[in-house]
């Protein structure tokens, strides 16, 4: 089982970036206005922001973590490790990590590769960063985690359109040994692989000019060709409403905690139904549960940073917190995260002009 | 759990409902809405309230109330 905990990391900051334009989903004509605002109303999403064609995550998170660095005053010779958590890269190769790399100015001693996951993906990327750094040999490093979703959603799809967001996050992670444990829960069930999928495109369905871009009828109000994001709402729906309170339990009673020595749950945001649902199911004070679906919509890997630096800035700034992040979906991936903070610099969020 | 209360939920759960409208032998699809959104909304519900997970296959196959309230029930008694 992967429970395990990663001591001497202590999270410096965290900062987020969206693209200017924001949509509106009350003008989503796609739908019928009384079907629209039922969804809205259960999606819980009102605006999100979209990036012009041409933006890529890597530009956001370039520009949360330029500024991160900058407001920490971190000399960028010291920053030993990079990972880019993306799935809306710049290039089928290379892995964009060493695009950041080098557009941040960061040495060449740096270590920078990519993670391709999504929801779950700010948890993994902390395990992940966390683990190479615990031993004491990289004092700084960057967690870059975001994607541009956008893009690859039909507008003829009701089950994705209205959804998705586009945000890219930047955490500064550093050495520090009076730091609390990271404690992980970790899972996987590749068997639901495609319950969320982009089929084409790939090495297993290269693309194909005939049949990747022919939009096809899947349903009603459900239009989307093979490079569109697909979704199978009800079994992602199942899945997370089955599997995430479990690992939440499983990881506070490892570790002999309970949910009252946790100050806020921050979910990955999937939708407002799913996310309130697992409140419910775990018996969660909504006041400990913050929610930045109804401004940015889901973002994917920056949902859970991107919450924190939207709802809960001056709380991370002037004290000392334990909190508990989870994330669930694309994969299927899930995990959560118990850690400790303190005063985490956590500047507004940073609006990029494409 | 019994029919009587089970109905009562559902007509506080989604708003198109007025109370004591329903009917175990009423068919879902002309008293509602039954289409994804609002099928979602159930999942949630009988989630949150009776601890049991339906599929998309087996929702699709309830068509009254009563198998609606049967497949639930189902579900529940099994769960032990």
Known sequence: MAIFQVPNINIAGISACVPEYEYNNHNYDWISEKERETLIKTIGVEKKRHAHKGTTTSDLCFVAADNLINELSWDRSEIDILIFVSQSRDYIIPATAGLLQEKLSLPKSCIAFDVSLGCSGYVYGLSVIGSMMTTGIIKKGLLLTGDISTLNTSYKDKSAFPLFGDAGTATAIELDTSSSSMKFNLQTDGSGYDAIIIPDGGIRNFANEETSFKYEKISEGIFRNKFNIALDGIKVFNFSLREVKPNINKLLQEFELTIDDIDYFIFHQANKLMNETIRKQLKLDPKKVPFSLKDYGNTSSASIPLTIVAELANKVKDNELTLLLSGFGVGLSWGSVILQTKNIVCPSIYIYKD | ?80
Request: net charge negative; no cysteine; proline share 2%.
């Open chain 2, 1 to 80: 759990m019994n029919i009587t209360d089970f109905i009562k939920k559902i007509e506080e759960e989604f708003e198109d409902l007025q109370p004591n409208s329903l009917a175990p032998s009423d068919v879902l699809t002309e008293k509602f809405t039954w289409d994804s959104i609002n099928a979602l909304i159930f999942l949630a519900h009988v989630n949150v309230e009776y601890d049991v997970e339906i599929t998309a296959e087996e929702l699709i196959k309830s068509v009254t109330v009563q198998d609606l309230y049967d497949l639930v029930n189902t579900k529940y008694q099994n769960k032990g």
